[in-house]
């Protein structure tokens, strides 16, 4: 009996989390700025932001790399497909 190993799938649009998270960072950022909010919040949500993006990331390629007909499948579909646009979009500064 062979396994085969099968990553979570992952759809493409589990990366506009990230933006609100980058998002979220920001708006602490400016808050920090205004209001002299502690700025290590502001600087901790970028950076679980940036890991998370990079976890969605790695899973999003090694679904493509084992599981190629359901990538496919979500690229060819009608409204799916639209989520794909956001993966460069999703990229936290």
């Given at each position: 009996m062979t396994s085969r190993f099968k990553p979570p799938i992952i759809p493409a649009a589990f990366f506009g989390t990230v933006l609100g998270l980058a998002d979220l960072g920001n708006a602490w950022r400016a808050a920090h700025e205004v209001w002299r909010m502690p700025a290590?919040?502001?600087e901790a949500l970028m950076a679980l932001a940036a890991i998370v993006w990079a976890l969605l990331l790695l899973l999003f390629i090694l679904r493509w790399v084992f599981s190629r007909e359901e990538s496919l499948g979500e690229a060819h579909h009608p409204v799916?497909?639209?989520?794909?646009?956001?993966?460069p979009a999703s990229r936290p500064c």
């Open positions: 290590v919040v502001g799916q497909c639209c989520f794909s646009s956001v993966l």
